[in-house]
């Protein structure tokens, strides 16, 4: 027996239709995996020198790959916890008290870092006096009057937070294979499409 479907947000009658349904809406795990790529790619990418060298020309690219990463991640956040609102999420599984706690003290702390990790690079950004600069060459000039040292220090926290991110989502997803693997109850299968796992 699967999760019943639990409603997020006000009553509707797409969610009552699928009130049986195992798994998370298309659009949730859209949301999901697009999200947890572009986090880890901005990653991966993210500009490791000095300030002088991240906005020298010759770092032009991979910084405004970085910057349009990050700022997509953004973007999806929002539309993201818009959906919350009206979507519809499967029940979950009957787990310990504190692995309900947890999961949901986990899951709290990366929509928070969805949200702190782009909107401190952009305030770090624009108190250093820089513009936002986006892949093509669109660039966003700061909206905030510039103090260098506030910068520097916002800026140091978003490094520290985007290392952070990728920590607690490592532990997100080591506590999905848990729930795979040892608990057998389908928490990870709800976040996968039909056609990429079929339930045996
Ligand atoms: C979820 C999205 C993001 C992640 C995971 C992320 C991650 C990181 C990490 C880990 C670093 C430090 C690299 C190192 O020194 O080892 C960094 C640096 C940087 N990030 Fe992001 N970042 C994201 C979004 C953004 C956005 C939206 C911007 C736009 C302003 C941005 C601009 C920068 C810049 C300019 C640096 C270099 C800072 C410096 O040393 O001066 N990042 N990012």
Not at 119 to 146: C, D, N, R, S, V
Not at 154 to 162: R, S
Not at 168 to 177: E, K, P, R, W
Request: hydrophobic share 50%.
């Amino acid at each position: 027996m699967g999760f019943p479907h639990k409603k997020i947000g006000s009553l509707n009658k797409a969610a009552a239709a699928s009130s049986l349904a195992t798994r998370y809406p298309p659009i949730a795990q859209v949301f999901h995996w697009v999200t947890a790529i572009l986090v880890l790619i901005a990653f991966l990418l993210a500009p490791e020198e000095s300030e002088q060298q991240v906005y020298d020309p010759s770092g032009d690219f991979g910084r405004q790959l970085h910057e349009t990463l990050g700022l997509a991640v953004l973007g999806l956040s929002v539309l993201r916890v818009l959906w919350l609102v009206v979507g519809t999420r499967p029940e979950p599984p009957e787990v310990a008290r504190w692995m309900g706690i947890a999961s949901k003290g986990v899951q709290g702390v990366l929509y928070l870092l969805l949200f702190a990790v782009p909107l401190t690079a952009i305030t770090g950004a624009w108190l250093e006096g820089h513009p936002l600069t986006l892949l093509g060459g669109a660039t966003i000039a700061p909206m905030i009057t510039p103090s260098h040292p506030a910068g520097e220090l916002i800026t140091e926290i978003h490094t520290w937070l985007g290392n952070a991110i990728l920590w607690v989502a490592g532990i997100h997803a080591f506590a999905a294979l848990v729930h795979h693997y040892f608990l057998k109850d389908g928490v990870l299968v709800s976040m996968l499409p039909r056609w990429f796992y079929r339930r045996r």
